[in-house]
């Protein structure tokens, strides 16, 4: 079984990448741009093809690793190819296999995989994939044998329903992207108060790091601490005094969603007065 890459990014590369060291066959890469393709073939040891139709004709599974609002346009061409047997996905988190459209016409199957990774790197990301949970769905007679070529180069996979996808991507960019908004905002105002970065970035390690540690082994109820959940009406006044514009506003959501754990945390605390603060 060959597996062929359409666009020759940072999944692209990635995912080729991995396939490769763990005994997987690749057909190659076909890109938007011939040198993207020619540097990801020799990172992979595959090859370069100079046409989409070349590449398809190659390769028995196909990932379609170019941005989202592409994939649509990438498969309106593969899908006038011969791809009877072929299994054809994509990588884009907020985007379901019904993507390909009229891929029941093509005997063709499609799916999505979806690495749940911030993969910021053309040629060194692939370290971290082993790391990371796959989530795939798609035709479902065929979604066995994709879980299967995946498992065997030691990756994680987990199927998700493709109605849920847009709200699972939501959900990642919670947990990541959100959270370097949220670590800027303690940057800004740590700042403010004369902290050298020196001495931020080792006060911000031991903070963040362990509190992540704590709420993923032990859960949200069992790592909230602070004034919230202490229920410290005062401090959190004080708080809100020294804030203004976007980091109040910040502060303000997210220590509603703290006292929504500190209430299941202490159904015993009154919070009312707390929750009248934050909500003025
Ligand atoms: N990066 C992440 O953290 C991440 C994580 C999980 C999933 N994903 C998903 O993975 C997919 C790829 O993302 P990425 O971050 O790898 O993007 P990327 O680094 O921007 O790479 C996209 C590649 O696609 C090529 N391309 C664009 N349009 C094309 C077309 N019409 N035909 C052929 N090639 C085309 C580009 O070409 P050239 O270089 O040749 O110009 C580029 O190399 C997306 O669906 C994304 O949602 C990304």
Not at 42 to 50: I, L, R
Not at 102 to 130: K, M, W
Request: hydrophobic share 40%; glycine share 8%; net charge negative.
């Amino acid at each position: 079984m060959k597996v062929g890459f359409v666009g020759a990014g940072k999944v692209g590369c990635s995912l080729g990448k991995h396939f490769c060291v763990n005994g997987i066959k690749l057909s190659g890469y076909f890109s938007q741009s011939m040198e993207s393709a020619v540097d990801a073939a020799d990172f992979t040891k595959s090859n370069y093809f100079s046409n989409l139709d070349s590449l398809i004709e190659e390769s028995d599974v196909i990932f379609i690793t170019v941005c989202d609002d592409a994939i649509a346009t990438v498969w309106d061409n593969i899908k006038q190819l011969a791809i009877a047997g072929k299994l054809i996905c994509h990588c884009s988190g907020s985007l379901s296999s019904k993507i390909f459209s009229g891929i029941e016409n093509t005997e063709a199957y499609g799916f999505s995989v979806h690495p749940l990774l911030a993969v910021s790197d053309r040629y060194n990301s692939y370290q971290e994939l082993p790391n990371a949970l796959f989530t795939i769905e798609g035709e479902r007679a065929h979604l066995p044998a994709l879980k299967e070529l995946l498992e065997s180069t030691g990756l994680l996979v987990g199927e998700i329903n493709p109605d849920e996808k847009t709200r699972y991507h939501g959900a990642a960019v919670f947990a990541s992207n959100l959270v370097v908004s949220l670590m800027a905002t303690a940057m800004d105002e740590f700042q403010k108060c004369g902290l050298s970065s020196e001495l931020l970035q080792k006060a911000l390690s031991a903070l963040v790091l362990g509190n992540a540690k704590k709420v993923l082994s032990n859960g949200p109820e069992a790592a909230l601490t602070g004034p919230i959940e202490r229920n410290d009406v005062g401090t959190v006044i004080n708080h809100i005094n020294q804030l203004s514009g976007l980091n109040e506003d910040i502060y303000r959501t997210l220590s509603k969603k703290a006292l929504e754990i500190g209430a299941k945390k202490h159904p015993n605390y009154d919070y009312c007065k707390l929750e009248e603060v934050l909500n003025t």
